[in-house]
């Protein structure tokens, strides 16, 4: 519900503000790109993988003592992200004095100073899911990502029409709709929290180590996993300082012309929400799946139990994830102008997004892979070499960045993404297999092999049906998309197993 919410959000905001015009939406994306990457962080399995285990230990030996970790780390998450935030809103008023109110700067300044407590909201929200799902309380922690969508929406449909025309206040009332949304976030679990034992208890000495633990463990396992959003979060950064309108110069570097133009930023984050789609249901539901049997296998020194569970998953993400990006990459221009098409949301715009959607498509099997692998490493208790890996494909990522936009403009960002993303994914796997014997190549390369194999022809097929299908209207997008996906499904299926997959049948068959 919250992905189906999520992309008419999306698609809803791409109609209101578009993506060139004047820039006011790249002023948002680039407002709201920090907490949203802080949202990811804490939300989506990172935060957690140091938190949880310590505190579901706790609650099995000493539940008070558990609810105590609780409040503990909430309090010493909202004390740093507070210090942070008034860090941010000091650089922000100092860039209100600085720039006219004519600078892209200045709106952008406006809306970061604006957004910027959804940072401490939005964590602690993830921290108090986080809780709650590991005591097996899952329908108000599912509830959350939906808050922020139906409240965003409700700025759209009800609140915009009503109050103001300017582009430049409807960004303002949608920040205001992501602040109440914050507050509706957290206030929602608090009563789920009260109920299930959770006490507000500042008692630190009682839970001293076990705060270390998660701190120690926290900005490793972090930055380990968020790779791809810390690189969208420099792609943003790069592309808001690097745009402007076409033909104009950048005077702080010497007077050269813009590299990329008005609405890269948000070209980034419209291509970024497309990727995404297929590596949320692959890559981050197997990951989340896979590592507690990994763990499981890790403590019970069960390495070759390991290793076999560890390998069906590298090749499950070869099975899945190579389709899905071919497909992406086939359907790219339709599901874009299905979309986002509407409203002041131009065919140019589509155009630019559609590219960047295409070459985001090559790296979706890394995109999916890269969570299992990092999850692979923690379960055997290695934090330290996904972040090494990490830290030098994200350096890597921002040369790429830099050389990339001079001849390619916004879409050399996407092929850098892609390129850091296939090389972290390459370089983990090659570490697996060697350093710790815990995958065979052969085997994953004869997956791969089919995988590309059955790709091609479902590509071949599908790309048929599209060009004997008419029409470029809304309609011919959805029949296009439709047909494309349920012949591509038939065809890769039926010719990966005739090639010898058994991947699928695998998995379905285990108890």
């Known amino acids: 519900m919250s992905r189906v919410l999520g992309m008419l959000r999306d698609s809803m905001t791409a109609a209101m503000l578009g993506m060139s015009a004047g820039g006011v939406m790249d002023a948002f994306v680039f407002a709201f790109r920090l907490p949203d990457v802080a949202r990811r962080m804490f939300g989506e399995g990172s935060f957690s993988i140091s938190f949880i285990p310590v505190f579901a230990k706790l609650r099995n030996t000493a539940p008070t003592r558990a609810w105590q970790l609780v409040s503990v780390v909430l309090f010493w998450v909202f004390l740093l992200l507070t210090a942070f935030v008034l860090l941010g809103e000091i650089v922000s008023g100092i860039a209100l004095l600085y720039f006219d109110q004519t600078s892209k700067v200045y709106l952008a300044a406006h809306l970061i100073s604006l957004l910027l407590p959804y940072l401490i909201l939005i964590s602690m929200t993830a921290i108090a899911a986080a809780t709650l799902q590991t005591i097996g309380h899952f329908s108000i922690a599912a509830a959350v990502p939906i808050i922020l969508n139906v409240v965003w929406l409700f700025g759209i449909v009800v609140l915009a029409p009503l109050l103001t025309d300017d582009p430049a206040g409807r960004c303002y009332l949608l920040a205001a709709c992501v602040l109440v949304a914050g507050v509706l976030q957290f206030a929602i679990q608090i009563p789920a929290l009260y109920y299930c034992g959770w006490r507000f208890n500042l008692n630190f000495s009682e839970v001293t180590k076990e705060v270390k633990t998660v701190g120690k463990n926290a900005i490793p396992t972090m930055l380990g996993l968020m790779t791809t959003q810390l690189n969208l979060l420099v792609s943003s950064m790069v592309a808001w300082l690097l745009a402007g309108p076409e033909g104009t110069a950048i005077q702080w570097l010497g007077g050269i012309e813009h590299p990329l133009h008005t609405g890269a930023v948000s070209a980034i984050y419209f291509s970024e929400r497309l990727f995404e789609f297929p590596q949320g249901l692959i890559g981050m539901a197997l990951a989340t ?121 916004e879409v050399g960002i996407a092929m850098a993404t892609s390129i850091s993303a296939i090389l972290q994914a390459a370089t983990l796997m090659a570490v697996s297999a060697y350093s710790y014997k815990l995958l065979r190549l052969e085997p994953l390369t004869i997956c791969a092999a089919r995988a590309i194999a059955a790709t091609t022809v479902m590509i071949l097929s599908s790309g048929l049906m599209m060009k004997i299908i008419p029409g470029n209207d809304s309609m011919a997008d959805l029949i296009h998309i439709v047909s494309a996906a349920s012949v591509g499904v038939i065809v890769y299926g039926m010719t990966y197993k005739v090639l010898g997959g058994n991947e699928m049948s695998t998995i379905m068959k285990k108890k």
Do not use: E
């Open 289 to 409: 799946a896979i590592y507690p049997l990994l763990n499981t296998h890790a403590v019970r020194k069960n390495f070759k139990a390991f290793a076999d569970d560890f390998s069906l998953a590298i090749r499950l993400q070869f099975v899945l994830g190579i389709p899905a990006g071919a497909g992406l990459m086939l359907i790219s221009y339709r599901i874009t102008h299905l979309l986002y098409q509407r409203g002041v949301f131009t065919h140019a715009d589509t155009t630019r997004t559609a590219d960047m959607v295409f070459w985001f498509g090559t790296g979706v099997w890394a995109f999916c892979m890269i969570p299992v692998l990092v999850r692979a490493f923690y379960a055997i208790g290695d934090i330290r070499t996904p972040l090494r890996v990490s830290m030098s494909c994200c350096l890597l990522h921002f040369f790429l960045c830099l050389t990339l936009i001079i001849p390619f403009r």
